[in-house]
């Protein structure tokens, strides 16, 4: 049965780098047909999809987010993780790790999807 | 930058039909997935690629895309059905950008 768990600090002082992990079970991550992804909730408030990896190197990104966001995939520890650079309060948020579906849409470009997400994990951006 | 549009609140009384629509121009050519946040939890995928139900979600919930708009119907509501509820798809674009509508609200009493 698939798992997936969030690991990582729940504060973080303001222009720091926040780090995830995300470590997943029951589940191979070099599964071709998905993408390893994030999406984020401030409190109160709605789902903000960050960014997927597949564990080839391939990556999506908010355009808002791409130039302080990475995502990758470390195929060894069947984990896969986010930093997000240069932190302000806005960034505290509920962090939720997920698989994503991929299919190919009509023009042949990648689109992908979360389908299992993990319990989510609180960051606080607070010096 | 992509948007979906979602209604803030839908409100049913029990055994009613709910539905919660979800708005976006590619939506025609993309598909849509909808996602159901019950309080302190994590979204669960209730409907995906417009119309299909994973496994364990019940049949009460369907989804239906036509044009612009998607639409979630929860046929026969429950009280357990209350929640807020997101939709999500992806642009035409080459570089994948993907959103969430706003969520909405659903309230069973």
């Known amino acids: 049965q698939l798992q997936l768990q969030e690991s990582g600090p729940g504060l973080v002082k303001p222009s720091e780098t926040l780090s995830l992990t995300c470590t997943v079970s029951?589940?191979?991550?070099?599964?071709?047909?998905?993408?390893w992804g994030w999406i984020r909730q401030p409190p109160g408030k709605g789902l903000e999809w960050l960014g997927s990896?597949?564990?080839?190197?391939?990556?999506f990104y908010n355009p808002s987010l791409k130039s302080r966001l990475t995502i990758s995939v470390d195929t060894s520890k069947t984990q896969f993780s986010l930093r997000l650079t240069s932190v302000t309060a806005a960034d505290t948020a509920v962090f939720y790790c997920?698989?994503?579906?991929?299919?190919?849409?009509?023009?042949?470009?990648?689109?992908?999807?979360?389908?299992?997400w993990g319990p989510g994990t609180l960051v606080t951006v607070s010096s | 930058s992509y948007e979906l549009t979602q209604p803030p609140s839908v409100s049913v009384s029990p055994g009613q039909t709910a539905r919660i629509t979800c708005s976006g121009d590619a939506l025609p050519q993309k598909y849509a997935y909808w996602y159901q946040q019950k309080s302190g939890l994590a979204p669960v995928l209730v409907i995906f690629e417009d119309t299909r139900r994973p496994s364990g979600i019940p049949l009460r919930f369907s989804g239906s895309s036509s044009g612009t708009l998607a639409t979630l119907t929860i046929s026969g509501a429950q009280v357990e059905d209350e929640a807020d509820y997101y939709c999500y798809s992806t642009d035409n674009g080459v570089n994948h950008e993907a959103v969430f509508g706003g969520g909405t609200k659903l309230t069973v009493l």
């Open positions: 990896a597949h564990y080839d190197g391939t990556t």
């Open positions: 997920a698989r994503h579906s991929s299919y190919y849409d009509s023009s042949g470009y990648v689109k992908t999807s979360p389908d299992y």
């Open positions: 029951g589940a191979t991550i070099s599964n071709t047909s998905y993408y």
